[in-house]
């Protein structure tokens, strides 16, 4: 375990973390817009700073996570369980957030709680980490937060992500949401985005 | 610890004994005098003279203290006092328009004629615990700082009129010279007349009536209202003396006054327009007062064509439950001995259970006697 | 004995806008869920903050939640920002947050408002909370939680389409003034908070987010921006927003929500316009031609 890393998170907790969630709440509620949050002093690798400062923004000992393989190592599990007191499970339909280390291994929802129709909110939000927001194959976006349509074009994501992406929009109320998050940004999919692939 | 019946009057000497002495709590602090809970806790001795149904500030502190602060407990000894009191007569009906105005507001404008006043209330305040009131401020010689901080008292005289200026709130009912009821002599009456239900529901716990007035807000049974009015001040009490022929002023009594309006569409011969709640209380106490209004007006669905179906709606249901002496002794007599009632049921409930367990073995046999 | 418990008379420390962190990201997940169920009433661990419940809350720790150094806020109630409770909610946030407040509409970054949408168009960049009493709008015909959750996971809504429909039969029109049912994104119908009529068209496809915060009830809802909002309604029967014969008094407005001010009591009376921001910059961008 590395000291230093333990003892550092956000320079300021209180502001960092409200400017954190104030990314957040822009990118749900406008769609395929890139917004950049603050960077943590240090995160653990291979969690990146943007997620790294999603945990510490949203996360603590009442929201379970669930890690990908290889987010799930000591380094990872004892700086969130130290900064936010959050609790990881290997099941993934326990987890109220699910956080990727990318997107490989995204594309099957249905293992995450997708919420119910009395209660669609108690459904997960999952955060991925991606190379970059920009550059790779360009979907154009619709729906709620959106004033007509929007392109946008992360890297990384995995073949068929964006037909999955829509079956789960299709179900709505209840679905999954998602953050996109490169190192310095992030980018919202709420279950009302549906994209069209050009 | 009850032993037997004979050691009732021992205990009951101790008893008293023993709340004497937590009354007085630690003999090293000051004792609380009586003027001190007249003037400083003025909104509980309020609330004591509303639901003790006698305007005596001092005998309503007097009443706190005995209580150690047990506000229905005071009640009950006020209202004990008030049975030993002659009535000397009747005043006249307070003119509450001639009120000297400590607070006066109105939600139903942004301003109204005669002005908004907010005068003293809780209602902005930030409900943070003030330390500062912790340290009790004394001068050198442990006598209270005198604070120079006089308010000017507002000398406001203005009627309500501006709610009946147009013809969609219903009119006042008139001073007309009518023998009001009065609970304190006369049991109540059902189906219940107004001047029974008004004064019945200013004798009646706050916290029972806030919860009616709150139920009616959450569905069960609205009513829709607007606080058109809430005057605070005082008032001359008048009285005619037969023998002299003439009025004369006997003082005068702080009171809190509130006036809803209802918007009424249900009767299909009447055009819609708004019906009142009206509530009148000694002291500050708006809470009550609004709860009284609102209350008020449920009870009126009757004369409206509204369908009754909300415990709040429902005359029997409130008028008879709201006095807070009588749910406390009714409540509170379940520490009484009952060991004779007791007794009778228990033979009562063992017998049900031989006839029972009788017919489940006869039940048992004839099944068996079946499957056989 | 002060001492020892950490409690100092003379300094007010709360912490930044006075909810613990704990509370504040509680109350921001259940927002992003809001945001992401457009109309769907999120539940919420309220809190109790040092004004009443009854009197903004809800709107009090959205706002608290969401609140940060460089925010500029403005809190009107009735439209206005004069009144008692604006002001007192207005300082409440700057005693905890030391932020900057301001009275303009169009400077400020967060409005919270109580029964008003302000009139001069929102921008992007603006947030808006609205106070809410009682965020779910089948409560006025069904009292049970229970019965009203299963009708909104079923979009089961005929029951609000028959008590507007009654209206219609027995006065030719829908009799709700304010608080006037709305389906959002299509599918939930939803509380626009006791807003006048006059003020549901402003919020279909605003530009800015609008987040219900209904501390009493705990709930949290929201409209995302540029989401469609309906006023329910039939086809023989359209939607219709209030209509005043005058203008407002001190800046010739036609087309604002204006307030009946009493001039005496035999029956002189004004309109002015509800929301002082938009009257203000009327009044100074004439005086200016």
Known sequence: ?198 | MITSIKGGEKAIDASHRLLAKRRRGNPAIAELSVDQIREQLTLAVDRVMNEGSLHDPTLAALAIKQAEGDLIEAIYLLRAYRTTIPRFGYTKPLETSEMIVRRRISTTHKDIPGGQFLGPTYDYTHRLLDFSLLEEAEDEDGLPVSTDDTFEEMNLCYGAGFLSRTDVVEAELPSDGIAVADLTREPMKFPSKRDQRLQNLTRGDEGFLMALCYSTMRGYGRNHPYVAEMRHGDVSVVMEIPELQFEVGIGTVRVTECRTIHMTVNKPDTPAHYTRGYGLLFGHCERKALSVAIVDRALRGPEFGEERRHPSQDEEFVLSHSDSVAASGLVQHLKLPHYVDFQGELQLLRQLRDEYEKRAGQADSAENENAG | MLDDLGLDAAQEDYSFAFLDEQTKRMVRRAILKAVAIPGYQVPFGDREVPLPPGWGTGGIQVTASIIGRSDRLKVIDQGADDTTNAVSIRRFFKRVTGISTTESTGEATIIQSRHRIPERLLEDAQILIMQTPQPEPMRRLINSEEQARKLHAFARYGLMQVRLYEDIARFGHVAVSHDYPVRVHRRYLSSPSPIPRFDNPKLHRNRALIIFGAGRERRIHAIPPFTEVRSLDFEDYPFEVQKWEQCCALCGSDNSYLDEVLLDDKGSIQFICSDTSYCNDRRVESRRR
């Not at chain 1, 333990?6 to 990118?27: K, N």
């Open chain 1, 1 to 198: 375990m590395n000291d230093s890393i333990i003892a550092s998170q956000f320079r300021e907790p209180v502001h960092d973390s409200q400017a954190t969630f104030r990314a957040l709440l822009s990118a749900t509620s406008r769609p395929g817009t890139i917004i950049d949050i603050p960077s943590p002093t240090t995160s653990p690798a291979p969690l990146g700073s943007a997620l790294t400062a999603i945990a510490l923004s949203l996360l603590d000992d009442t929201t379970p996570l669930w890690l990908d393989a290889a987010l799930n190592t000591d380094s990872v599990t004892n700086y969130l369980r130290f900064h936010s007191g959050v609790r990881t499970v290997s099941d993934p339909r326990e987890a109220m957030f699910g956080f990727f280390s990318c997107a490989d291994t995204l594309i099957d929802f249905d293992r995450f709680n997708r919420g119910d129709s009395f209660y669609p909110d108690r459904s997960a939000t999952l955060v991925v980490q991606l190379p970059s927001l920009t550059g790779g194959r360009p979907v154009s976006l619709s729906g709620p937060g959106i004033e007509t349509e929007t392109s946008v074009a992360p890297a990384g994501l995995p073949e068929g992500f964006w037909t999955h992406w829509n079956e789960n929009a299709a179900s709505y109320p209840v679905g999954i949401d998602l953050v996109l998050a490169d190192q310095r940004s992030v980018l919202g999919l709420p279950r009302t985005t549906k994209a069209s692939i050009s």
